[in-house]
């Protein structure tokens, strides 16, 4: 039985993991630099990846003028990114259903609830598990797990969305059925526990996921 949808936030609900990426290319191209995507694809979903993202730039640059401006130039782009196409219609389809309705994220509570507050959507939200509640992040199981406590159902009753490999990793983990939803900056991976892969969340309805649940079930 469905009771309860817990959601992925960065890249998912709303795309904030590209547009840190084109923040960091917006800021090569004014300094006249060449910007490999590439370099910052890889490490989207973790928190543990140490990289130099300024090796383009002159060793005696003053990194902390060009973070204050990366930071910045990714804030005003994040905040005028709107949710993902289906997100709004899932989630209000879930509510209205009974359905509990959780988050599950690899960053801060005042990172998440400060973009679902902007946007108007923290309201929609029953229980929200992050990365500061927890000992490890993802791809380890815990916030999710933390989830699920918090929502009051196990993880056979519910359904965890998913854009990045660690996170769908960590969903598998906790022992959820994984819908995987790559954004730009994930479609080149691979996600082996996506029990369903979608190109996006307005591409599947409440009923249609409850479908293809009770299917698979019977099919066991």
């Given at each position: 039985?469905?009771?309860?949808?817990?959601?992925?936030?960065?890249?998912?609900?709303?795309?904030?993991?590209?547009?840190?990426?084109?923040?960091?290319?917006?800021?090569?191209?004014?300094?006249?630099?060449?910007?490999?995507?590439?370099?910052?694809?890889?490490?989207?979903?973790?928190?543990?990846?140490?990289?130099?993202?300024?090796?383009?730039?002159?060793?005696?640059?003053?990194?902390?003028?060009?973070?204050?401006?990366?930071?910045?130039?990714?804030?005003?782009?994040?905040?005028?990114?709107?949710?993902?196409p289906g997100a709004l219609a899932l989630l209000n389809a879930a509510r209205d259903a009974g359905l509990k309705i959780g988050l599950a994220s690899n960053s801060t509570h005042a990172h998440v609830e400060g973009h679902l507050a902007h946007r108007g959507m923290l309201k929609l939200f029953d229980f929200i598990a992050c990365r500061d509640d927890v000992a490890i992040g993802k791809p380890e199981p815990d916030v999710y797990l933390a989830a699920l406590r918090g929502l009051g159902v196990d993880a056979n009753e519910a359904v965890a969305f998913e854009d990045s490999v660690p996170g769908h990793v960590a969903a598998h983990r906790a022992g959820l059925r994984v819908v995987v939803v790559p954004n730009p900056s994930t479609r080149h991976c691979e996600f082996p526990y996506g029990g369903i892969i979608l190109e996006s969340l307005a591409d599947i309805s409440l009923k249609s996921l409850t479908d293809i649940l009770n299917r698979d079930s019977q099919g066991r």
């Amino acid at each position: 039985m469905l009771r309860a949808l817990i959601f992925d936030f960065d890249g998912l609900l709303v795309d904030t993991e590209t547009v840190l990426i084109d923040a960091w290319v917006q800021l090569h191209d004014e300094d006249g630099l060449k910007a490999d995507r590439g370099i910052l694809h890889h490490i989207v979903g973790h928190t543990d990846v140490v990289h130099d993202y300024w090796t383009a730039y002159a060793p005696d640059i003053d990194r902390a003028t060009l973070e204050e401006r990366y930071r910045t130039t990714a804030r005003q782009l994040t905040l005028a990114a709107p949710p993902l196409p289906g997100a709004l219609a899932l989630l209000n389809a879930a509510r209205d259903a009974g359905l509990k309705i959780g988050l599950a994220s690899n960053s801060t509570h005042a990172h998440v609830e400060g973009h679902l507050a902007h946007r108007g959507m923290l309201k929609l939200f029953d229980f929200i598990a992050c990365r500061d509640d927890v000992a490890i992040g993802k791809p380890e199981p815990d916030v999710y797990l933390a989830a699920l406590r918090g929502l009051g159902v196990d993880a056979n009753e519910a359904v965890a969305f998913e854009d990045s490999v660690p996170g769908h990793v960590a969903a598998h983990r906790a022992g959820l059925r994984v819908v995987v939803v790559p954004n730009p900056s994930t479609r080149h991976c691979e996600f082996p526990y996506g029990g369903i892969i979608l190109e996006s969340l307005a591409d599947i309805s409440l009923k249609s996921l409850t479908d293809i649940l009770n299917r698979d079930s019977q099919g066991r």
